[in-house]
């Protein structure tokens, strides 16, 4: 009977000495790893999504009011296209609000980041849309818009490095190849010339914003994932 119970004990703490030594061995490479075994990462997805979902809803739900808000720039700007500008802008609010409420309520919240990267994409690429559509000397407005984007863009994405840092230089790409296919009018005005000329340090102005903000997402991300090996450990250990 003794040697039975040894057994079932040593069969019993085996797998979870096995865990140990994992998060252990984890623990020991600091707080510079991204990416967790598989079976674990999922778990730690589950955990990371309890944690954060109510800030995350509001965080998105205040974007996507802010964006529609700034509709009035589309009527004061927009001219004849002012309604239409108006129009698209409530559209894509109302259908991202849409996928939000009824994506973070099912089993597809747990890609909820993801959609969050891909919406906000959707409101970065209206805006320069819109600027098609606006006069020249209007348009400046919408450019300035894009700061505000990227600090969304940091603030819904920062639990998530990879997803944030993704989302964003996928904006300054396109927003860069959009601004080096936009040509000087023929009779630029003064404010032309100086936009023209200002954009290049526009753009790097952008960039150290998103090296900043990459840096603070992979410290909260990487602070998050240690904290939760520690808390797994003193569950496994007790």
């Known amino acids: 009977m003794h040697k039975g119970s040894i057994g079932q004990d040593s069969a019993t703490l085996?797998?979870?000495?096995?865990?140990?030594?994992?998060?252990?061995?984890?623990?020991?490479?600091?707080?510079?790893?991204?990416?967790?075994?598989?079976e674990l990462e999922d778990a730690y997805a589950k955990y990371s999504l309890t944690q954060t979902l109510t800030s995350d809803l509001r965080i998105v739900?205040?974007?996507?009011?802010?964006?529609?808000?700034?509709g009035w720039a589309d009527l004061h700007f927009g001219g004849d296209n002012g309604i239409y500008l108006l129009t698209i802008r409530a559209c894509i609010t109302v259908a991202l609000a849409?996928?939000?409420?009824?994506?973070?309520?099912?089993?597809?919240?747990a890609y909820r980041l993801y959609l969050v990267g891909l919406g906000?994409?959707?409101?970065?690429a209206s805006?320069?849309?819109?600027?098609?559509?606006?006069?020249?000397?209007?348009?400046?407005?919408?450019?300035?818009?894009?700061?505000?984007?990227?600090?969304?863009?940091?603030m819904a994405l920062r639990v998530n490095f990879r997803i944030m840092f993704v989302a964003s230089l996928a904006m300054l790409i396109t927003y860069a190849i959009f601004v080096a296919n936009v040509p000087l009018p023929i009779d630029p005005t003064p404010v032309d010339v100086l936009a023209?000329?200002?954009?290049?340090?526009?753009i790097l102005f952008w960039m150290i914003l998103i090296a900043m903000g990459a840096y603070l997402s992979f410290e909260i991300e990487a602070s998050?994932?240690?904290?939760?090996?520690?808390?797994?450990?003193?569950?496994?250990?007790?």
């Open 120 to 124: 906000t994409y959707i409101c970065f």
């Open 224 to 238: 998050a994932r240690t904290d939760y090996i520690k808390n797994r450990l003193l569950a496994l250990e007790a």
């Open 127 to 154: 805006l320069l849309w819109n600027v098609t559509y606006v006069e020249v000397e209007m348009s400046y407005f919408y450019h300035m818009g894009m700061i505000p984007m990227q600090v969304f863009t940091m």
């Open 14 to 38: 085996g797998p979870i000495e096995g865990q140990i030594n994992t998060l252990l061995a984890l623990l020991q490479r600091g707080r510079f790893f991204v990416l967790f075994p598989r």
């Open 98 to 109: 849409a996928v939000v409420f009824f994506t973070f309520k099912t089993t597809m919240k």
């Open 61 to 70: 739900y205040a974007g996507l009011m802010i964006f529609l808000l700034f």
């Open 196 to 202: 023209h000329a200002i954009a290049p340090y526009y």
